[in-house]
């Protein structure tokens, strides 16, 4: 299976629903029913469970359900069930959970896989990256604190690319022109009077 269909977007569709689907067509046809039926099985929050009368941490997206009882839920013998799983931990769909549990698995992606946190595009990670950079720079050269980060955010997104780097180029020279550096503006009044713009002297 490819972890690359993490990509292809989303369908919301009721877990009870799936549920209803599985239990009436008893056998899972392949390993990609299979493991839609784990994703449904798997904790979907954090739980302490008792198994075999120890305290087990079972986080969301892990389970200790025991491999006979996924042969039962897949509706396949024992062998087909414990070959399944070796397939998904070679290929880092599913990953054994360190403990005294051998039935102890984790989806490691499991949010990505139920839409719950979409992974961000290189795009997106860079305009962080940016933003970030951005804050402890002109905390740097300001020595103000930074408040309202959502603000800052948005008024950087709303900044074309050459207003960014003049951003980042120009603060010092900002800073240095004024008369009295107790009236320096703050990083997100910088941004959105684009102070940065101004004929510094």
């Known amino acids: 299976m490819d972890l690359n269909l ?29 493991f839609l039926r784990v994703l449904l099985h798997v904790n979907y929050k954090n739980k ?3 198994h075999n009368g120890v305290e087990v941490s079972c986080a969301r997206g892990e389970s200790v359900i ?26 880092g769909l599913l990953e054994q959970v360190s403990g005294g549990c051998v039935s102890h698995i984790r989806v490691p992606s499991y949010d990505a896989w139920t839409g719950t946190a ?20 002109y ?37 240095f022109s004024l008369p009295n550096t107790n009236f320096c503006k703050t990083a997100a009044r910088y941004l959105e009077d684009k102070a940065f713009d101004d004929q510094i002297n």
């Open 118 to 137: 979409v992974p961000k595009q290189p795009a997106e990670r860079k305009m962080d990256e940016d933003i970030k950079n951005f804050i402890v720079r």
């Open 139 to 175: 905390n740097e050269v300001t020595h103000k604190p930074i408040e309202a980060k959502g603000r800052i955010k948005n008024l950087w997104k709303r900044l074309s690319v050459r207003e960014r780097e003049l951003a980042m180029t120009r603060m010092e020279d900002y800073y």
């Open 6 to 34: 993490i990509n292809a977007g989303y369908v919301m569709v009721s877990r009870a629903l799936l549920m209803s689907v599985s239990q009436k067509h008893r056998i899972a046809s392949g390993d990609e029913e299979a």
């Open 66 to 91: 025991s491999y006979l009882g996924w042969a039962d839920i897949f509706g396949w013998t024992r062998g087909r069930t414990r070959l399944f799983f070796v397939r998904c931990f070679a290929n």
């Open 48 to 50: 302490v469970l008792i």
